[in-house]
């Protein structure tokens, strides 16, 4: 009768392979004192018995958990949950996480940290006493908060910090923001635009600020102005409404606007159609993020593809290396893509289209 695989232990392999359990561990542990030829003895018992290691097991070894934590800040990730807005940052970031670690018989664990909380330093430290991760993923704002990146530094916990570009320890990874911004605004100019506003997220976060830097960039490319343009909101629909009604009651309104969420882009279309304009004929939208929500919209959202899950997994893959390998010196940037939907169109003066 064949073994039934949830019952094969360290024992099993050790003993099919003719080696004792440290050698297995230490093929387990993917320890660099193994020979070749002994390795592949060992994954051959192992692959033939359907033995797979527990994190209790490994963690036997003492040297690592096997376990990687991601950061993400509690206050908007839970409103996001009970509002049921349809953004999957966490869902995309664990996508990415999850399906990495599990190449390397790791596994992901997030937890949700107030960064701008008094507490942050305490909230962090229980959760790194609780789990002892190998590595922390940091999203932001956490990845630019000194108190979070100076503690896991003193610890010598490897970290990635996302969306982050700032001197200092840990991976630094970005998602083009810049050139994503560029791309999406060069792509609206491409189609006649010549007043092109900008709803910017909050300061507290970089991305904001290299966004408008790529919007900026491509207008002044062209010779298009940017002055009293540009709206800030927070990534929430509210303050994308009051951003969106204020660009668009100007005496010359923009004819296109690069909205910097999904969120803000969703309550353009809103104000857009309480103030009688037709998207796309009368007003071009482009969003950042690109969440499921934006392909079942009135008109469905052209939208910048942000990599969550890519990034996340170069940062994964970064910290388990991090045992044996250099961190890079550069930081690394994966690029998004504008994604082509119905709320771009050539802009109304190009139509023949007077805007109401």
Same mark, same amino acid.
């Given at each position: 009768?064949?073994?039934?695989?949830?019952?094969?232990?360290?024992?099993?392999?050790?003993?099919?392979?003719?080696?004792?359990?440290?050698?297995?561990?230490?093929?387990?542990?993917?320890?660099?004192?193994?020979?070749?030829?002994?390795?592949?003895?060992?994954?051959?018992?192992?692959?033939?018995?359907?033995?797979? %290691?527990?994190?209790?097991?490994?963690?036997?070894?003492?040297?690592?958990?096997?376990?990687?934590?991601?950061?993400?800040?509690?206050?908007?990730?839970?409103?996001?949950?009970?509002?049921?807005?349809?953004?999957?940052?966490? $869902?995309?970031?664990?996508?990415?996480?999850? @399906?990495?670690?599990?190449?390397?018989?790791?596994?992901?664990?997030?937890?949700?940290?107030?960064?701008?909380?008094?507490?942050?330093?305490?909230?962090?430290?229980?959760?790194?006493?609780?789990?002892?991760?190998?590595?922390?993923?940091?999203?932001?704002?956490?990845?630019?908060?000194?108190?979070?990146?100076?503690?896991?530094?003193?610890?010598?916990?490897?970290?990635?910090?996302?969306?982050?570009?700032?001197?200092? %320890?840990?991976?630094?990874?970005?998602?083009?923001?810049?050139?994503?911004?560029?791309?999406?605004?060069?792509?609206?100019?491409?189609?006649?635009?010549?007043?092109?506003?900008?709803?910017?997220?909050?300061?507290?976060?970089?991305?904001?600020?290299?966004?408008?830097?790529?919007?900026?960039?491509? @207008?002044?490319?062209?010779?298009?102005?940017?002055?009293?343009?540009?709206?800030?909101?927070?990534?929430?629909?509210?303050?994308?409404?009051?951003?969106?009604?204020?660009? @668009?009651?100007?005496? $010359?309104?923009?004819?296109?606007?690069?909205?910097?969420?999904?969120?803000?882009?969703?309550?353009?279309?809103?104000?857009?159609?309480?103030?009688?304009?037709?998207?796309?004929?009368?007003?071009?939208?482009?969003?950042?993020?690109?969440? %499921?929500?934006?392909?079942?919209?009135?008109? %469905?959202?052209?939208?910048?593809?942000?990599?969550?899950?890519?990034?996340?997994?170069?940062?994964?893959?970064?910290?388990?290396?991090?045992?044996?390998?250099?961190?890079?010196?550069?930081?690394?940037?994966?690029?998004?893509?504008?994604?082509?939907?119905?709320?771009?169109?050539?802009?109304?003066?190009?139509?023949?289209?007077?805007?109401?």
């Amino acid at each position: 009768m064949a073994r039934r695989r949830q019952s094969v232990t360290i024992k099993h392999v050790a003993a099919d392979a003719g080696v004792s359990l440290q050698t297995v561990s230490r093929v387990i542990n993917d320890e660099p004192n193994v020979r070749p030829a002994m390795k592949e003895r060992v994954q051959a018992s192992i692959d033939k018995l359907g033995y797979t %290691p527990s994190i209790a097991a490994q963690r036997m070894s003492g040297s690592r958990s096997y376990l990687i934590m991601a950061l993400n800040d509690r206050e908007r990730t839970i409103a996001d949950w009970r509002e049921r807005r349809g953004t999957d940052w966490v $869902d995309q970031m664990l996508l990415g996480g999850m @399906l990495t670690c599990a190449e390397h018989g790791y596994r992901m664990i997030v937890e949700l940290i107030d960064t701008h909380s008094d507490h942050v330093e305490r909230e962090l430290s229980a959760a790194l006493m609780a789990l002892q991760p190998d590595g922390v993923v940091l999203t932001p704002p956490h990845s630019e908060n000194a108190l979070i990146t100076g503690l896991l530094a003193d610890r010598g916990i490897p970290f990635a910090r996302i969306g982050s570009i700032a001197p200092g %320890p840990g991976f630094a990874l970005t998602m083009g923001d810049t050139k994503n911004a560029l791309d999406a605004t060069r792509r609206l100019i491409e189609l006649g635009h010549k007043r092109i506003g900008m709803i910017a997220g909050p300061d507290a976060y970089s991305l904001s600020g290299w966004r408008i830097e790529g919007w900026r960039q491509a @207008l002044g490319e062209a010779g298009l102005p940017h002055e009293g343009l540009c709206a800030a909101g927070d990534f929430g629909f509210e303050s994308g409404n009051e951003a969106a009604r204020a660009l @668009l009651t100007q005496d $010359d309104p923009p004819t296109a606007i690069v909205a910097s969420s999904d969120q803000m882009a969703l309550a353009t279309l809103d104000v857009a159609r309480e103030l009688g304009l037709s998207v796309p004929r009368d007003l071009s939208v482009i969003s950042f993020d690109n969440t %499921p929500i934006v392909r079942f919209t009135d008109p %469905p959202l052209t939208a910048v593809d942000q990599p969550i899950a890519e990034t996340i997994s170069r940062a994964v893959e970064l910290i388990i290396r991090a045992r044996r390998d250099a961190a890079p010196d550069a930081v690394i940037d994966v690029e998004g893509s504008v994604v082509e939907r119905g709320s771009t169109a050539p802009a109304p003066h190009l139509t023949g289209v007077k805007r109401a």
